[in-house]
């Protein structure tokens, strides 16, 4: 199972920020974060990753909390595209590359 | 355009008559692996590969093959497709393995597959 914990749906007005959580309690210090939205039923699309340090990209932000257990994926301007289902995912394991996805967060961006 | 692209995106099938789903990168990408999706348990691994002649089960491998002959295909089999492997199937590639700490790790997905067996 994924070691992550997301909540199951948030919603956000278009234009604000939206600030989805994963918690990732048992992390360990050569684990990567990764975020992944999956919009409809379409193939997941990479959004960011990051191990320590707080990233950005053109899409978004990534926020790790210093201990690690924890992180933020921060959509700066959501917009109605951005209606997706969000995964947070904690590369584990020693084979590389395997992506483990969980529930993920149903975010609803409304008008 | 960097793709993965997956055939046929729709088929519906009879139990037990082989099928053969297709996944092709153009990104010279070593790593690919196999997903299924269904309501309620979300995306699994089937199978992955991390070079030619390269590949490994994942957590669902029952009832598939697979075969990595070329760097660019990795196409998914079921020989003897069951009602239980209804499903949406996707193909993803990377540079390598994601999680291995090397820079451009990002994977990339295929458009998926809707596979109905009746």
């Known amino acids: 199972d994924a070691k992550t914990t997301q909540p199951p749906s948030m919603d956000c007005a278009e234009g604000r920020a939206a600030n989805l959580p994963c918690n990732h309690s048992?992390?360990?210090?050569?684990?990567?974060v990764y975020w992944y939205r999956q919009i409809h039923s379409q193939g997941p699309q990479y959004i960011i990753h990051?191990?320590?340090n707080n990233e950005t990209n053109e899409m978004a932000s990534l926020i790790i909390t210093e201990d690690r257990k924890s992180s933020t994926l921060i959509l700066p301007h959501a917009t109605l595209r951005d209606t997706a289902v969000y995964y947070c995912?904690?590369?584990?394991?020693?084979?590389?590359?395997?992506?483990?996805f969980g529930r993920g967060t149903q975010l609803t961006v409304w008008p | 355009e960097a793709q993965v692209t997956q055939n046929p995106r729709y088929l519906i099938t009879v139990t037990g008559k082989k099928l053969t789903v297709t996944c092709s990168q153009n990104?010279?990408?070593?790593?690919m692996s196999w997903y299924r999706q269904d309501p309620g348990l979300g995306l699994r691994q089937i199978y992955y590969?991390?070079?030619?002649?390269?590949?490994d089960k994942g957590d669902v491998p029952e009832g598939y093959k697979v075969s990595r002959k070329e760097k660019r295909n990795f196409p998914l089999i079921l020989e003897s497709p069951s009602p239980n492997q209804t499903s949406l199937y996707f193909c993803?590639?990377?540079?390598?393995?994601?999680?291995?700490?090397?820079?451009?790790?990002?994977?990339?997905f295929g458009q998926g597959t809707r596979l109905t067996v009746v």
């Open positions: 993803a590639s990377s540079p390598n393995g994601v999680g291995s700490g090397r820079l451009n790790t990002e994977a990339f």
């Open positions: 048992t992390i360990s210090g050569n684990e990567y």
């Open positions: 990051g191990l320590k």
């Open positions: 995912i904690v590369n584990r394991g020693s084979t590389l590359g395997r992506l483990y």
């Open positions: 990104m010279n990408h070593e790593y």
């Open positions: 590969s991390m070079n030619v002649e390269v590949t």
